[in-house]
């Protein structure tokens, strides 16, 4: 586990080098009192381990841009984002909050490294925020925050193309399911093209921290929703689904539609135990499942990166947890 005394710990992103995993994770000091308050002052913390059980914690890898840039897309505060390796080196896509805007624009931010350890934040081009032709602005006057977050970006090697999925609010349908990933593409990690979500609106207000993952000739969305963030409609379609947790869609194309199943809940609970995990592949083919611990049984914020969670990934596209199996009923 990876916890602080100190500091409260919740979203978290994964990269491998060699045997080392390196996990980058959201924090703030507990000195806050109100966990609520975490949000607007969060920052990246970087720890390392060959276990993903026993942590080295590092220096911080990128820190907000401060007062000397209010204007910075991350001036205020970083959130959660994804890693990946091109060539020679490692990009990583982040949300960034500015205090000239007290925080209520969410964009997409990009550093790059040659090491995992020492990062250069680097200039994007579009996809910096939501494009109004298909996803809710703030000027629409919705909600008080305009979401445009947790940037997941998969490599597609038929097409040579990058595609980034996003948390979304889209334009149409009932206020309180317009959740939505969003999606950009690009062909070389800086230049990005908006295109519309890839998911349709009405089951959830908030669909957060997406992850893709290849299965055989599908794809799976895996993400999360707070259960007060479910749809009147869902509800009541199925009242079983006020739950808080993890969630998985499949879809045959990156670029096409991902749907639910019949039940798309993968490790959901009353409780909200678990959340914003990560599917971690721990060695080829072995696949670990890596959430933060979000409330207690009293309903106190938690605020810790669990241990892991092995899980399978069957072809049929299921994903079989291998401990606490009685949270899918």
């Given at each position: 586990m990876?916890?602080?005394e100190?500091?409260?710990?919740w979203?978290?992103?994964?990269a491998?080098e060699g045997?080392i995993?390196?996990?980058f994770?959201?924090?703030?000091d507990?000195a806050?009192?109100?966990?609520e308050l975490r949000?607007?002052n969060a920052?990246m913390?970087?720890?390392v381990?060959?276990s993903l059980v026993?942590?080295?914690?590092?220096?911080d890898?990128?820190?907000?841009a401060?007062d000397?840039?209010?204007?910075?897309?991350?001036?205020?505060?970083t959130w959660?984002g994804?890693?990946?390796?091109?060539?020679?080196?490692?990009?990583?896509f982040y949300?960034g909050?500015?205090?000239q805007?007290h925080?209520r624009k969410q964009r997409?931010?990009?550093?790059?490294?040659t090491?995992l350890l020492?990062w250069?934040?680097?200039?994007?081009?579009?996809?910096?925020?939501?494009?109004s032709?298909?996803?809710?602005?703030?000027?629409?006057?919705?909600?008080q925050?305009?979401?445009?977050?947790?940037?997941?970006v998969h490599y597609d090697e038929?097409?040579?193309?990058?595609?980034?999925?996003i948390t979304?609010?889209?334009?149409?349908?009932?206020v309180?399911g317009?959740?939505?990933i969003?999606l950009?593409r690009?062909?070389?990690?800086?230049d990005?093209?908006?295109?519309?979500p890839?998911?349709?609106?009405g089951?959830?207000?908030?669909?957060e921290v997406?992850?893709?993952?290849?299965v055989?000739?599908?794809?799976?969305?895996?993400?999360?929703?707070?259960?007060?963030?479910?749809s009147?409609?869902?509800?009541?379609?199925?009242?079983?689904?006020?739950?808080?947790?993890m969630?998985?869609?499949?879809?045959?194309s990156l670029t096409?539609?991902f749907?639910p199943?019949?039940d798309?809940?993968?490790?959901?609970?009353?409780?909200?135990?678990y959340?914003a995990?990560?599917?971690?592949e721990?060695?080829?083919?072995?696949w670990r499942?890596m959430?933060f611990l979000?409330?207690?049984?009293d309903?106190?914020f938690?605020?810790?990166?669990?241990?892991?969670?092995k899980?399978?990934?069957?072809?049929s596209?299921?994903?079989v947890?291998?401990?606490?199996?009685?949270?899918k009923?």
């Open positions: 990876l916890s602080f100190d500091k409260w710990v979203d978290s992103w994964y491998k045997e995993h390196h996990v994770f959201l924090q703030a507990k806050l009192k109100d966990p949000h607007w920052r913390g970087h720890a381990s060959s026993d942590w080295k914690v590092l220096s890898p990128i820190v907000p401060g000397a840039e209010p204007g910075a897309h991350d001036s205020q505060a959660t994804s890693v990946l390796k091109q060539h020679n080196h490692w990009y990583m949300t909050i500015s205090l805007e925080g997409i931010c990009c550093a790059r490294s090491d020492n250069e934040k680097v200039a994007l081009s579009g996809v910096v925020e939501a494009d032709r298909w996803y809710e602005k703030l000027e629409d006057g919705v909600e925050f305009e979401a445009w977050r947790d940037p997941w038929r097409a040579q193309t990058f595609y980034m999925y979304a609010r889209g334009k149409t349908g009932p309180d317009r959740g939505v969003g950009a690009s062909k070389n990690l800086l990005w093209e908006v295109l519309p890839v998911t349709g609106s089951p959830y207000g908030e669909m997406p992850q893709i993952i290849p055989d000739d599908q794809y799976l969305l895996v993400f999360c929703t707070m259960k007060h963030r479910v009147s409609a869902r509800l009541a379609g199925n009242p079983g689904n006020f739950l808080s947790g969630r998985c869609y499949k879809g045959r096409g539609m749907r199943g019949e798309d809940r993968l490790l959901a609970d009353e409780a909200g135990t959340f995990a990560r599917l971690v721990y060695a080829s083919g072995d499942l959430a979000n409330f207690d049984e309903g106190e938690v605020g810790a990166i669990g241990d892991p969670i899980v399978d990934l069957l072809p596209g299921e994903i947890l291998q401990e606490l199996l009685d949270l009923t």
